[in-house]
């Protein structure tokens, strides 16, 4: 097949704007008579609050300070569980939870009427590790178990497995929470159209379900909200939960708005999501040629506070865990679990890159047992085309994974 | 406040600016030099770098009455008015070393005030030249191409 | 405090005369690197700030007598690409070349490098190494102290508040010296340093290491020299053994200095200082021929 | 001492939402008075490259140049919800709404050229450069603008692809969670430092499979970017969490990898056309990262034969690690 544009590196459509700096960014949107707003956020991982906010009301030129009560619609979001707050009402699940948003004349007047507002915290014990959570002795969120996600795979018989191989490794593994640092910190800015329109302008991965989340929490049709998505100045998956767009929504219509806000780096780490670290706990066998024969895992995945897409991710890594070979004897148990870390959600490769740490390093230390090298045992055992995953999942076309695997080998002169 | 002046891009500026205003938010707030981003604040990302007096440095790590005749170069300098683009700007495209673009417009500056001083860098000159300017969507490979690319273009005279 | 006066000097008389009048109340800055970062944290409150990063007297690096002087307000960059300094002491340009980043070592300059008195500055333990002495202005006159006696503790200065420091000074490589840096940092550029050395040698008849004096960085409250591994060396023959046995000296020093230090110190420094002495020791020695 | 070694990984990726979740992208395309075309989708360009793969596609059916392809995707109240941009979807899932889309306007526009030009069928009408002509007679020849021009109402078509996979089995995990797969795998040379713990990158092979590549260089500049990302959590990345609260939350404590230290890589491209997917092309924005950290992982073992099985492997773990080792061995 012969195409005129497809396979042709042409220049990318919006590099023009970004090479001259007019690429719009939310925090590159100035408008006449805005508003600024800062975001006070909880200083312990858990407890309960209360919030004066009477002597920051009182400092000139602070227009409003919003709270859990000045939510019109649903105090609640989530990419899959509606498990954050807007503005926690009671009780803070980690360090950094949105208390109140102050909308000031400056953003000088705004941030020094954040640090006017007192806030009593009646602390409660808190718990950071995973392990320790899924004994649910503290509960991160009241009446729901610490464990949100079980992922079961079971395939073959796993005892006889490891019975016939030759070879076998255990190992645990630790991957790290992890930032996504992506270079445009969180901003954006919200005003009302003639018509009683909200408009959000912020940097998102995903405008219409932001539109969906902002019209919940405001009690309006989401016809009645529109997302404008400027240039987003990366995300890699950090920018799939809400941050900012809901609070910016409240201050523009009880105000009239604009509201602007835009995030120091050091709050940008605290607003938005984390990677998953993960506790990996695993075992491979292999026969006396090197073929995979049963491979089980353990995989306890820390969400911190919040759900946000922990079950997929988790789910993934279960999935994943396995590594792009033939197995015919798995079983692999992977857990999501609240804690009152920072709370983690996408990032590229959302899951399935974690379980890799483990399972190729796996795969070298049976090659090293049996003696043959790590392209070997790889190319051994890699799916090709018709291969089944643990899943039961026929791979039926495009698999030129050993394609890659040599391509990469003979690169670097490894056999 | 305290009066300064300045010159942005060949233009002279006179402006009111108050004591703890940061040259970057002169520039952003009061001037509109929005391709002037703001990604740190401590001098880390690089994203504010402009070039001052023909020297790479981060706006944000200078106060704005220090700039008292300075002569500035944003990002917003480098195309001519009838839009042709500066050879930089014209490699970064050609080459790919843009993503999502926060840290072009300063990645752009940083190797102007490269190739300004050194006509044909080394890739590892071209690296320790852009090495204050972080980027998080590339790997920096397309850029370092770009800046070899552009040192091409400038030393035959522009494109 | 709030910051109600901002001043761009011109001459150092007029930074002077600023200090002398508004004394405590009075902060000088020149590069801003750490300044503008503290003054928006609220770390440092001053009424007046006094700009000296334009004051041509601060900015130079020049021979005077038997001495090379480097004013406070010279920048890292100038200092990288500066003649005057001599290929035996390209350490000391070295070090002003890891500093941060390009745009950093525009706007920094060595004067604040020492009078910020961070543990992990670049180029102090360079200077310690080469013995230098800060000469200090106030409009009551100019006083001259070892740079080594200017420490108070991190972060902390042995400066009055109408003083400067106008500038660092040392003598000028003779035959047979050499000064060697290495820095060991988190990555390659924008790196606080996680070591720092300097380690200046001469050499004397017989490969024998005549004088040693070895500057340091973050493996102290402030950068200080290493006078236990200093004697270890010196008047012993440049070898194998003797590097080796230093090292492992070094690393015992540190091991007792660091004990009560968090893991990422204690359990690393002591060890990782040896790879970081032997290169630097060598470098130094380098450069002496 | 320096050491040299090198290592290998591979692996594989499963793109979109999976488990049988419906995963629905939408697009709009529409003829413009100028015989341009609109697409109207909500995939977010984050910098990957979306607005400019997703023309491509619309181009290459209509026989058009990406110039010729307006990209409108910034607001919600005109264009309809493409999901989200991650999970290495939108080339694959959007792509095939606007491919759909686009491949209806072109029926439609077909269908008007027919009548316009006073033809018995559309044998042998060719769409190209924005004109569409009969091959066997140029002359029977009518624009797109000429055709717009006749319009009342813009000529729009609309299409929605949805992806296939099918939910797991809670007990047994049996199913299809996810279509389509991406492959890649990388090899690194690293030199550690035996005494100050320091692991160097020297050069890197990394090969991906794309299916079909739509952008070659943008798909390059993925997995360059990946690369950096993955040296990063396996290297450098730390949050410094402690009870809860991050204490590296600034880019000065916070490492994310400088140009200085990157090594060269050798990208290779696997192409291996996916039959569902527009062109064959899969995507491959998140798989670039996953096998570059593993691929570190086993160099540093095969260079000081330590096994690094907590990251990231800061100087500070690996000269623990090492030494540890030394001291067994002696």
Known sequence: MSFNVIGKSVIRVDGLAKVTGKAVYPQDIYMDGMLYGKTLRSTVPHAYFTLDTSKAEKIEGVVRIFTAKDVPGHNAHGVLFKDHEVFCAQKVRRIGDPLAFVVATSEKIAQKAVEAIEVKYEELPAVFDPVEAMKDEIKVHDGTSNIIYHYKLRKGNIEEGFAKSHVVVENVYKTSMVDHAFLQPEAGIAYVEEDGTIVVCAATQYPHFDQLEIAEAMGVPAEKVKVINPAVGGAFGGREDITLQIHLAIAAVATGGPVKAVYSREESFVAHSKRHPEIIKIKTGADKEGKLLALEAEIIADTGAYASWAINVTRKSGIHVTGPYVIPNVKVDAYAVYTNNPFCGAMRGFGATQVPIATEQQMDMLAEKLGISPVEIRLKNAFTKGSETANGQILTESVPLITCIKKVADALEMA | MKKISLTVNGKLYQVEVEEDMRLLDLLRDKLGFTGVKEGCSEGECGACSVIMDGKLVTSCLIMAFQAEGKEIITIEGLQKEDGTLHPIQQAFLEEGAVQCGFCTPAMVLAAKALLDKNPHPTDEEIKEGISGNLCRCTGYAKIVSSVKKAAEYLNKGGK | ?289 | MKKRGKGIACIFYGTGYGNGFPDVSRAYAELQPDGKVAIYTGATEVGQGAKTALSQIPAEVLGLTVDDIIFINEDTSITPDAGTAAATRQTYNTGNAIKMAAEELKKELINIAVKELGLNSDAGLEMKDGKIYLKILPDKCITLAQIAAKQSEPLRTFATFTAQTVQIDPETGQGAPYWPYTFSACAVEVEVDTETGQVEIIKAAHAQDVGRAINPKMIEGQMEGGFAMAMGYVLYEDLGLENGRIWNNKLSTYIIPTAMDMPEIQNIIVEDPESTAPYGAKGIGEPVMIPVGPAILNAIYDAVGVRMTEIPVTPMKLLQAIREKEKQGA
């Open chain 3, 1 to 289: 405090m709030e910051l109600k006066e901002v001043i761009k000097a011109r001459t150092l008389e007029e930074v002077l005369d600023v200090l002398d009048e508004k004394g405590e109340k009075a902060k000088v800055i020149a590069g801003g690197t750490d300044l503008v970062i503290q003054l928006r944290e609220g770390k440092v409150n001053p009424e007046v700030l006094v700009d000296i990063s334009d004051v041509a007297e601060l900015c130079f690096i020049k021979e005077t007598g038997d001495f090379i002087e480097i004013g406070a307000a010279t920048r890292f960059v100038n200092i990288k690409e500066s003649p005057v300094i001599g290929k035996p002491f390209k350490g000391l340009q070295e070090a002003a070349g890891h500093v941060g980043s390009p745009q950093i070592r525009n706007l920094g300059t060595v004067g604040g490098n020492i009078c910020n008195a961070s543990p992990a500055a670049d180029t102090v333990p360079a200077l310690l190494a080469l013995d230098a002495v800060a000469v200090i202005k106030s409009k009551q006159g100019t006083r001259e102290m070892p740079l080594e006696d200017i420490y108070i503790d991190r972060g902390k200065v042995k400066l009055e508040p109408q003083e400067i420091l106008y500038a660092v000074k040392f003598l000028k490589p003779q035959p047979g010296q050499g000064l060697g840096f290495v820095k060991l940092g988190l990555r390659k550029a924008l790196a606080i340093s996680t070591i720092s050395l300097a380690v200046f040698v001469e050499r004397g008849e017989n490969e024998v290491i005549k004088n040693i004096r070895i500057g340091s960085g973050a493996l102290s409250r402030f950068p200080v020299r290493e006078r236990e591994v200093e004697d270890f060396v010196k008047g012993k023959k440049m070898d194998n053994t003797v590097i080796e046995e230093a090292a492992e000296v070094f690393g015992q020093v540190l091991e007792k200095r660091l004990a009560t230090r968090p893991p990422v110190e204690k359990d690393f420094k002591p060890y990782a200082i040896k790879g970081v002495f032997k290169e630097a020791l060598n470098k130094a020695w380098q450069r002496t021929k």
